[in-house]
Structure formats: structure tokens, C-alpha cells
């Protein structure tokens, strides 16, 4: 259901028009739209020679870049941490969890420092220090278990990448399952976890085959009905599992009715 301040609205919103190059004129008084005439980059600004197409005034008018704060940044990667200055608008906000580049890598802010301690927000003009860990690519560390050895190791995986425990994976030549996933607030059994927020991922040695091999005929059955050991219509017996003098029979025994 329209209303007459429906109609109020849609009426201003159709008489709004988009105005190019809009700065204030100093004879109009007014920010109006302006034609370029002339450009010239000054330092990391530019000056501009404009025409106003309300009242042709021609006009200049300087836009200059705020001026930089050189900050030092501790970069970690992995195992290895190094001081790197990195130049940033001196009215640029940062804030925790900001990902930025640099050396054509992911960095993810970690800690923020200014004069009176350790912040969560700050604006670069007041930045005395600050910490970041590379974003890109991820560290997993993990413990492999084999027998009664375990041995601890890293994974270097891509962000994004999502492990869940239980299943199966492949680390060079050697397969491994995933038997726990450990995270800041506990441990996962079943669940799926995003690398990121994993502390450690608990490796041990898959079950051999031949464990999940099947033992007893309604297991075999089973297996070839599945067709985990090829295809077999009618599931017997093959006779390498059958002992001499005995004869197979699917048939199950009734038992006798109780007088």
C-alpha cells in the first residue's frame, strides 16, 4: 500500500542527478560539477585546473596525500620473524585481524602498539609498533604416532584449507588418519576445523587392510554384494575357503518346535 510519502520519495530520489568532478566553486559558492582542463601529479598529490560548468570559472585547486608514518612491523612467518618498516597514511585506521600485503604476501595484524601499551584500534599517526603473522599460507603443527613413536612435524597448507578428524590423508609417500584435532577450546574426534584455528592435529597410522578384510561367510556376503570382492551373483563360498569334506550350504537350520 502506497502512501503520499511514498510518492514524496520517489519523487526526490528521481530529481537527484550525479554530478561529475563535484567540488566547491568559489563563485558559485556551491559544489558544482567541473570539467578537467589541466593535471599535474605533485609529489603523491595533484593539481588540478578546472572549469565550472555552472558558471565557467576557471579555477585551481591542490589535493595532496596526508603525509606517511613509517611504522616498524614484526612480520612472522612460520619459524622465522624479521623487522620490516612499512609506510601507511598517517590517517589511516588499523585495527586487530586487518589483512594487508607486502612482498606480494598475505600479512594478518596481530598486535597494535602505541605509546601507552597494547591497543585493539588505532589511527597510523599514533602507531609506535605493531605485529603481524603471514596469511597465506599456514603452519599446521602435528604429531605423527606409529606404534609406540611419535614424532612432531608441520604442515604448510593454503588459507582456507579444512581438515576433519577421522579421515584419511596423504603426507609425501605415507598415508596418514587424523585421530584428534586439538583447537584453543578443546579437542575434536569427528569434527571438521578450519587450519587456522587448529594448536596441533594428532596423526597415527591407518589400520592395515586386512583388518577390515571380512572373516565370517555373512561378512563375505556382505563384501560381495558391496562388490569389495569383485562381482559375484550368486555369493557362496569360493573354494579356497572351504575345507575338505565339507559341504557349503546357505540354507539356514530350522530349529524344532518345542513339544
Known sequence: MRTM?????????????VIENAVLCPTCEDVTGHQILKEK??????DYLLRCESCSTVHEIQFRAPPLKRVPFM??????SYMAT???????????????EHDEMAWRITRLESEKGSVDEIEAVNLVRAVALRQDML????????????????LIVEEGTTFKAGTIIDIGVQTWRIRAIHTGEGRTLRGTVDASKIKRMYLH?????????PKTPRERR????????GFNPNPILPKEHIKKRVKP?????KKKARK
Not at 41 to 46: D, H, L, P, S
Not at 75 to 80: C, E, F, I, S, Y
Not at 86 to 100: A, P, Q, R
Not at 249 to 253: E, F, H, Q, S
Open 5 to 17: 510519502d511514498d510518492d514524496f520519495y520517489d519523487e526526490d530520489f528521481e530529481d537527484d542527478e
Open 41 to 46: 601529479e605533485i609529489g603523491r598529490g595533484k
Open 75 to 80: 612480520l612472522t612467518d612460520g619459524p622465522k
Open 86 to 100: 612499512i609506510d601507511l597514511d598517517s590517517d589511516e585506521w588499523l585495527e586487530l585481524d586487518d589483512v594487508f
Open 139 to 154: 603452519r599446521v603443527k602435528i604429531t605423527k604416532t606409529r606404534g609406540e613413536f611419535s614424532t612432531p612435524d608441520v
Open 205 to 213: 597410522e591407518p589400520p592395515r587392510p586386512e583388518r577390515f578384510e
Open 222 to 229: 556382505q563384501a560381495w554384494k558391496e562388490g569389495r570382492l
Open 249 to 253: 550350504t546357505n540354507k539356514r537350520k
